[in-house]
Nanobody, 127 residues
């Protein structure tokens, strides 16, 4: 199966920035829609951002619009999440996920729609 390897998590002060990356194995990366999810203590794992196969369409949950940017480099099999103006409420474990069954321009927003998952990386935003 596809392996997803995340990097870039860490601890920052409120207002700071982090850039997460997720590198995928295999040759079919450009066929996958990709998503970033997060799970805070006591909360469900919910989507943060998604991007279609070619990068032409993106999705953001309302709480991160204007602050986070998802992007992908299909030549490098990598998806990114640029997180700016971080808030303590952004503290969570962030997961990269791949939707193997995606169609052109389509972004899935539910966990069940994704086939492969990264190991998760901790993001901590302090006050």
């Amino acid at each position: 199966q596809v392996q997803l390897v995340e990097a870039g998590g860490g601890s920052v002060q409120a207002g700071g920035s982090l850039r997460l990356s997720c590198a995928a194995s295999g040759r079919a990366f450009s066929q996958y829609a990709m998503g970033w999810f997060r799970q805070a203590p006591g909360k469900e794992r919910d989507i943060v951002a998604g991007i279609s196969r070619s990068g032409g369409s993106t999705y953001y949950t309302g709480s991160v619009k204007g602050r986070f940017t998802i992007s992908r480099d299909n030549a490098k099999n990598t998806v990114f999440l640029q997180m700016n103006s971080l808030k303590p409420e952004d503290t969570a474990v962030y997961y990269c996920a791949a939707d193997r069954r995606s169609s052109t321009g389509i972004i899935t927003t539910t966990r069940i729609g994704y086939d492969y998952w990264g190991q998760g990386t901790q993001v901590t935003v302090s006050s």
